[in-house]
């Protein structure tokens, strides 16, 4: 098996497009329903004798591409065939639990879910040797991120219209490079600074992610991100329309405000919806077009990280061959499949593709929180470092409110 072992950058980028490929070319496995608002609902929809088949055939879809994934980066294929089952059943609990309407309406994301079931199981009872040593939550996450960049497409900076886009622009680089400044003003380490910068001015958890992904950052600090990312955005959905109104926003204005302050999509959706029609979609158009800057800022941030991380003690600069060698290859199957999205495949094709793709996307995100709840200890989530980084982010988040604000008022009320 040696002799087919590939660097897991190349094993994801060649699954994920593997999936891409399939699911363009009609492989679309009938995605099982995990909605429901009480238990009527979640037996009569959730777990009904079709729905669970629907769950095995995806179960059975995503084991393959798990032994695929497996077979190139030199697992021993039988830690993958005993591990696989038991991280896809925990996940899909927390796909049916992130299912009902209240919390789905609150913002919570399934990731969460798999997160705290994770970390129960673990700091509760005691995970086998054989599962902990043979979990993939890195794989699971660069095989997401690749199939993320058919997500993040360019019209939705076109939709945004110019004022949009020039909100976003505005916005994303001005947050970003604060957010890195108070985190650096605070003593806080680069690994954690450049994910609290990324989540706090793009979108929230999947630019959390995309960044830990794009400098192997520290699965322990990217949970405490996404833990804080979630639970940021849940009084923001009530607090944010509140202001609005006080404040005397018109709709358009307050869906920009609210687009670009809110770090998770969900999130954005719910507080639009309270505020009126208009601003939920201005809200989610400002939103999505700062998704698409995801694609160039995880791209602009594994340059840097690739010049800059010094993995020998040197004082010479690393050549343009160093850089290739650190660089993420997985980045540019992510940047490959926007682009091919965005530009190449035709839009029908695309409106099929992209909703069960999402979805695909989604599944590989949960199963590596699940992974990383089950490798993790609690206690390591509590350090004075992460107390710092709440203190940043919240900071950040504060100054994004009111710099977004200010920005939504210049060009939707001063210029429009």
């Known amino acids: 098996m040696g002799k087919w072992k590939i660097s897991e950058d190349w094993t994801s980028t060649g699954v994920g497009w593997l999936i891409i490929l399939l699911v363009v070319f009609q492989l679309k496995p009938h995605w099982p329903s995990f909605s429901w608002a009480d238990s009527e609902a979640l037996m009569n929809k959730v ?13 059975c879809f995503m084991f393959v591409m798990a032994l695929v994934a497996g077979f190139f980066t030199g697992k021993r294929l039988k830690t993958v065939v005993m591990s696989f089952p038991v991280v896809f059943f925990l996940t899909l609990l927390a796909m049916v639990v992130s299912g009902n309407k209240f919390l789905k309406d609150w913002g919570f994301e399934t990731v969460i879910f798999s997160l705290l079931i994770g970390l129960f199981i673990s700091n509760v009872f005691s995970v086998p040797r054989w599962l902990k040593e043979s979990l993939s939550s890195e794989l699971f996450v660069k095989i997401g991120l690749v199939l993320l960049g058919t997500t993040v497409l360019f019209d939705d900076l076109l939709k945004a219209g110019a004022l949009g886009l020039i909100q976003s622009c505005v916005v994303v680089f001005t947050v970003w490079n604060f957010c890195f400044w108070l985190c650096k003003k605070m003593g806080i380490d680069k690994e954690m600074s450049l994910m609290l910068s990324s989540a706090v001015s793009i979108c929230g958890v999947s630019a959390a992610v995309a960044t830990a992904g794009a400098i192997k950052g520290d699965k322990t600090k990217l949970s405490y991100v996404v833990s804080l990312v979630l639970v940021v ?32 999509t969900g999130a954005v959706a719910a507080t639009g919806a309270i505020y009126g029609e208009v601003a939920l979609q201005t809200s989610s158009i400002v939103k999505f077009s700062q998704n698409v800057l995801l694609g160039i800022a995880a791209f602009l941030i594994s340059i840097y990280w690739s010049y800059t991380k010094k993995e020998v003690a040197t004082e010479e600069k690393p050549t343009l061959k160093v850089i290739w060698l650190r660089f993420p290859k997985f980045v540019l199957g992510f940047v490959a499949a926007s682009l091919v999205f965005s530009f190449l495949v035709d839009p029908t094709v695309v409106s099929e593709a992209k909703p069960i793709l999402k979805n695909i996307q989604g599944m590989w995100f949960a199963l590596a929180f699940t992974s990383i709840g089950l490798e993790t200890d609690f206690r390591s989530l509590i350090t004075t470092e992460n107390r710092r980084s709440t203190l940043a982010f919240l900071g950040a988040q504060v100054f994004n409110v009111f710099f977004t604000l200010l920005i939504a008022w210049l060009l939707f009320g001063v210029l429009s």
Not at 47 to 59: E, K, Q, W, Y
């Open 47 to 59: 777990f009904t004798l079709d729905n669970v088949g629907h769950a095995l055939i995806v179960f």
């Open 233 to 264: 955005a849940v009084p923001m959905i009530l607090i944010m329309p509140a202001l609005a109104k006080m404040l005397g926003l018109p709709e358009d204005m307050a869906g920009a405000w609210i687009g670009g302050t809110i770090d998770t």
